[in-house]
């Protein structure tokens, strides 16, 4: 009787340092773990960017201009009409380019290629790129989000 | 002077019991056979590890980590400071030298199935070995700031974002933040100069530890041979010296690779730019970037490049416990299912490998 007295008050106790114990390593790991992951920047929310002159952009020629902290496309076509997308590649976040000789927006990293409409055609990409919505006030191109 | 030696000698022996040590050591011997040649693989990584650690300290002195001083210190390594070139040169071809001895050493000791009873550890703790010098060489990559290196980060971190539910959160972890930016930078620098040396050290530590108690592995044919048939050299000094000879070649061909074909730095990362034509990883990693490159978007309702990490870290899982499913060869009957599958891995490898190059 006093053994078994002895031993459930031993293992009571072993049950007391154990969660102890657990609770230790918890108080330790946790505030580690939380600073690891970064702090949420707040950015402003970029609704529509002023991205050149009409005159800056030959016809047939794609340039890259930052959207926000996102890279953007915007291409001339050769009839002279302007188009924007978002120039990260809905495969694995590279930044792509206007292919002259392609007459097509490619992805160097993983040769994933997009029509003029921004559709993935060839390659790995899975989405479309995101268009943006071209607006030429007078001389100016400004480019905007949609919605 | 040798009674002088041999006070200070005694001096040791009495504190601190060193006498069965050197018995121990002058007693160690290595197997002779035709396969001995693969012995020196596991050398050779050390040797090229403690020349990382020893350049990597050097750049450490005038390396600044950070978007605006990365990619300049380094060109200011390279340019201004004496022998610059030739360390950094050095740290970059050592480092592939070192993955490739690893991954030498790696098969060598998976054919002439050298991970059998007793050695599961040994394999296991090389095998973690091999995963974080990878991790090395991934981190390592990016700390010039340059284009290549620029994209490849993005590219192979992007690549954690497809796994499901925790993936996006992990992937922050890893860049410092949603895009690969100073923040990255600098959490790269801080794995690859303080965390993973750390840990690696620890590991190759245990690693040779179980070596030193165990000795070294004898092919299973060569076991069965009767005991006049089997030929050791001592360790100390006949393979040692054998080392250091090795060693010494090793050193050469280093600094005849970091003289004649000096590493490039390359442009300036600029998140801004498109990424270049012809990017690509180290081609330690040519093999599984291909392997993506290959994968149709979708594979089974799951996203391609998920479907490709799953594959690679189950692979490497079942790989990593061969010891423990390989129970014919502990048995001492022949294995040769292991003797394929080490066998389909090396060509996929090199296949992917060789396709990587030619196909861009």
């Given at each position: ?147 | ?41 596991g050398?050779?990584s050390l040797?090229?590890f ?52 690893v991954?030498?050493h790696m098969?060598?000791v998976?054919?002439?199935?050298a991970y059998?009873?007793p050695r599961e550890l040994t394999w296991v703790t090389g095998f973690l070995l091999l995963i974080l010098s ?62 993973l040396p750390g840990i690696f050290t620890v590991i190759l530590f245990i690693h040779l530890l179980f070596v030193q108690i165990q000795g ?104 990593m416990?061969?010891p ?37």
């Amino acid at each position: 009787m006093v053994q078994e007295h002895r031993s459930s008050r031993r293992n009571f106790l072993n049950y007391i340092l154990g969660f102890g114990f657990l609770g230790w390593i918890i108080s330790v790991l946790y505030p580690i773990i939380r600073y690891i992951i970064p702090p949420k920047i707040p950015e402003a929310k970029v609704k529509s960017v002023k991205v050149g002159k009409v005159g800056d952009f030959n016809p047939g020629t794609g340039t890259i201009f930052k959207f926000g902290n996102k890279p953007g496309i915007l291409i001339r076509l050769e009839t002279g009409e302007f188009r924007a997308f978002s120039a990260v590649c809905t495969h694995l976040d590279c930044t792509v380019q206007y292919r002259e000789d392609m007459k097509a927006i490619w992805c160097a990293c993983h040769n994933g290629v997009y029509d003029l409409n921004g559709r993935n055609i060839s390659g790995p990409p899975p989405r479309p790129l995101e268009a943006f919505r071209v607006i030429v006030r007078g001389d100016e191109i400004y480019v905007s989000k949609e919605g | 002077m040798a009674k002088f030696g041999e006070r200070l000698f005694n001096w040791f022996d009495e504190r601190y019991k060193i006498r069965g040590f050197i018995e121990f050591m002058s007693h160690k011997s290595v197997p002779q056979h035709r396969h001995s040649i693969w012995y020196y693989f596991g050398g050779v990584s050390l040797f090229l590890f403690i020349i990382q650690v020893v350049t990597g300290i050097l750049l450490l002195l005038y390396y600044r980590v950070g978007e605006d001083s990365s990619y300049e210190s380094v060109q200011f390594i390279v340019s201004k400071v004496k022998f610059g070139w030739l360390i950094r040169s050095i740290h970059s071809w050592s480092a592939n030298l070192m993955i490739l001895a690893v991954f030498i050493h790696m098969f060598s000791v998976y054919f002439t199935k050298a991970y059998r009873k007793p050695r599961e550890l040994t394999w296991v703790t090389g095998f973690l070995l091999l995963i974080l010098s990878l991790t090395f060489g991934f981190s390592g990559y990016l700390l010039p700031w340059n284009e290549l290196a620029f994209f490849a980060t993005k590219v192979g971190t992007e690549i954690i974002g497809s796994i499901p539910v925790i993936g996006k959160e992990l992937l922050i972890i890893v860049r410092g933040g949603e895009d690969v930016t100073g923040a990255t930078l600098s959490r790269f620098f801080g794995l690859h100069v303080a965390i993973l040396p750390g840990i690696f050290t620890v590991i190759l530590f245990i690693h040779l530890l179980f070596v030193q108690i165990q000795g070294m592995s004898e092919p299973p044919e060569w076991e069965k041979l009767p005991p006049e048939k089997r030929k050791y050299i001592p360790f100390f000094p006949n393979f040692l010296l054998r080392d250091l000879l090795l060693w010494l070649i090793i050193l050469n061909i280093l600094a005849v690779l970091a003289v004649f074909f000096p590493w490039d730095l390359g442009k300036k990362a600029d998140p801004f730019a498109p990424a270049p034509a012809g990017i690509k990883p180290e081609w330690y990693f040519l093999f599984m970037y291909q392997t993506l490159k290959l994968l149709p978007p979708k594979v089974l309702f799951i996203e391609g490049e998920f479907f490709g990490v799953l594959i690679f870290t189950v692979a490497g899982i079942l790989w990593m416990l061969v010891p423990f499913w390989d129970v014919k060869t502990e048995k001492g009957y022949r294995n040769r299912l292991i003797n394929y599958i080490g066998l389909f891995v090396l060509i996929y490898m090199i296949t992917m490998t060789i396709l990587g190059y030619a196909l861009s």
